[in-house]
């Protein structure tokens, strides 16, 4: 009975044998033809231990499952693992496929994927192979124990190939490829570095997106191009070389990069695309070469370190969202050939303080410095034509001046600028719509005859106090409508009267004066002549006073009544009314004051040059505008 069963079981397994080949075919693997290999499809290589038991064929890629699972060489199949020791020890294996396993080379796969046996990657030291197979139509690659992934051969590997994968810590790339698909390394949370080889030439979109552990890359000077999102939220990155060649910076391409402070733009570049450092929370600094002739939206929006970026003058627009939000920058030079400021471009640039911008800029858009609290003053050019509404919304700016050739004041454009305390509108403007000058601390605005619409909340009448205009214009008809002081500006005679300075060395004292006789007179008296100080409306509504201090021998002018009559209570001379403010605001005449000095401790300028030096360098403080003389 004993040897009839063994003569079953014999006869069992050389049957099993011979249908080993058919068996294989059924499941899709090719044989070679010198029949030393049988290969089998990598998808069902990555079966499990159990699949290796159950008499497919289909074997795990670990080599202590193959070693442990005597139910995969004894089961009769013919079709045991990759490892050489593994079919040495079956007595159950073919001689062809021991022969198959020699030099531990054979190969498992298709066109998807070829498995390797483990082997010792040379380059890794003790480093053991736990993965192979194709991944271009000439390109093959291997993962090591060390998590190291290395692709060979030639050309383009394949787009997705390796996304999402946590077991890659390393990729080295080697000579002969020349890109890898889109979308390749998605979101390998584990990935940290990247070498390239020379020859390669494209970094394909979303190439290493969401990589946020990637710190290192190494790109050849080969490259021709980087994709979109090629490194979004790579949040590790800090560095990284663009070659020189590079033409278009793509969209989107270091979104998010919020480690990386280190990038210089080849002058190759030509056009960097929609939000392509955007979110890089690390820069400080940008240099954007003179090549760029195109900017996209929100270039460096929400870059919360820049504080200094040079641009290029052969772009003609900041465009739409191009500093939102950059929180640290303090000063920007437009460069002359920019024609256009867009809507939102230094939105909430909360720490800007100096803009210049050049007389080649025509149009200004909405939001376009829209809460930019540190910006106090801001020089319009004359070329600008036309503002969007909100486009200094909550802006700090203490003065404003409207170029000629604006012709509206749209909705809501200085709303809550609650530094501005008066406001003069040009001759060309013709409108000026809601909410457009609705700030705290605007006690005055000189409207011309040229304004024949106003929108009712225009101004608000709880903190504008006067309006200066004309008789019979829509300014005095909206004035009386709205309860603010109006004050007709045809009633006053605005001859221009010139006013002299004097400055005596004994007491440092500077005096104003438009009487040619008391000038003539303290010249005498060892006060030098320092010419014209400005030029006064022979009358006006706004007149200012003289005041003088008979114990220190001081001259002091103000505009403001409560100060002239405070300081007479208190044992200083009033000497009346001694010339006129221009209500139009010519010519700004700015006051500085000296708490060191007993004598002379205010000073009254029309220089701007001289104020700056005077309260930057010289211990001044400075208390804001005087007066206006004529332009």
Not at 253 to 270: E, G, M, Q
Request: hydrophobic share 30%.
């Amino acid at each position: 009975m004993k040897k009839k069963w063994l003569a079953v079981v014999l006869s069992a397994a050389m049957a099993l044998s011979m249908q080993v080949p058919v068996m294989a075919e059924e499941a899709g693997a090719v044989s070679s033809s010198s029949a030393e290999e049988t290969v089998v499809p990598a998808s069902d290589a990555t079966g499990s231990d159990a699949d290796a038991a159950d008499g497919t064929g289909n074997n795990g890629s670990s080599q202590d499952a193959l070693n442990d699972s005597s139910d995969a060489t004894q089961d009769g199949s013919g079709n045991n693992g990759s490892s050489q020791d593994a079919l040495k020890d079956s007595p159950n294996a073919a001689p062809d496929e021991s022969a198959a396993s020699e030099g531990d080379t054979s190969e498992t796969g298709t066109s998807s994927g070829i498995r390797k046996a483990p082997a010792t990657n040379a380059a890794n030291g003790s480093a053991t192979i736990v993965e192979s197979g194709e991944c271009g139509p000439n390109a093959t690659y291997t993962i090591d124990s060390q998590g190291v992934l290395t692709i060979s051969g030639s050309g383009a590997s394949w787009s997705q190939t390796f996304m999402r994968r946590s077991d890659i810590k390393k990729l080295v790339v080697e000579e002969g490829i020349t890109t890898v698909g889109w979308e390749s390394f998605f979101e390998c949370p584990e990935l940290t570095e990247v070498i390239l080889p020379n020859g390669y030439t494209d970094i394909e979109a979303n190439a290493f997106q969401r990589c946020t552990k990637l710190k290192s890359i190494v790109v050849p000077d080969t490259v021709q191009n980087i994709g979109e999102s090629a490194f979004q939220g790579c949040t590790s990155l800090e560095k990284i070389h663009i070659p020189q060649g590079i033409t278009k910076i793509s969209k989107e391409v270091f979104d998010y990069c919020i480690n990386l402070d280190n990038i210089t733009i080849p002058d190759s570049v030509t056009s960097i695309e929609d939000d392509a450092f955007a979110d890089c929370n690390s820069i400080r600094e940008l240099c954007i070469p003179q090549s760029v002739t195109d900017l996209g939206m929100g270039v460096f929006r929400g870059c919360s370190s820049l504080k200094s970026i040079k641009l290029s003058k052969n772009a003609p627009v900041i465009t739409v969202n191009e500093f939102m939000d950059c929180h640290s920058l303090e000063y920007v030079e437009i460069p002359d050939g920019v024609t256009s400021i867009e809507h939102n471009a230094f939105y909430r640039c909360d720490s800007l303080k100096q803009i210049d911008i050049p007389d080649t800029v025509n149009h200004i858009g909405g939001s376009a410095f829209f809460g930019c609290t540190s910006m106090e003053s801001i020089t319009l050019p004359k070329s600008l034509n036309s503002i969007d509404g909100l486009a200094f919304c909550g802006s700090g700016l203490k003065s404003i001046t409207i170029p000629d050739n604006v012709t509206e004041i749209p909705n809501s454009c200085f709303l809550d600028c609650d530094n501005l305390t008066s406001v003069k509108i040009p001759t060309t403007v013709s409108s000026i719509e809601g909410g457009a000058f609705s700030c705290k601390n605007l006690q005055s605005i000189t409207i011309p005859a040229s304004v024949t619409v106003i929108g009712k909340w225009a101004f608000n009448p709880e903190y504008t106090k006067v309006i200066y205009g004309y008789t019979g214009t829509t300014a005095e008809s909206y004035a009386k409508s709205r309860g603010i002081q109006f004050v007709p500006l045809d009633k006053y005679d605005y001859t221009p009267v010139t006013l002299y300075r004097l400055y005596f060395p004994g007491t440092h004292e500077h005096l104003y004066t438009k009487d040619a006789n008391e000038r003539r007179v303290l010249l005498t008296r060892g006060w030098k002549d320092e010419g014209v100080a400005w030029k006064a409306p022979k009358t006006s509504p706004v007149p200012v006073y003289r005041l003088f201090n008979p114990y220190s021998t001081d001259h002091h002018y103000t505009k403001d009544l409560n100060e002239y009559n405070t300081l007479c209570k208190n044992g200083w001379r009033g000497e009346g009314v001694c010339w006129y403010s221009d209500p139009s605001e010519g010519v700004p005449v700015y006051r500085e004051f000296n708490r060191g000095l007993r004598v002379g401790a205010h000073n009254y300028t029309t220089d701007a040059y001289e104020n700056n030096v005077l309260t930057t360098q010289r211990g001044w403080n400075y208390e804001g505008i005087a007066w206006y003389g004529m332009k």
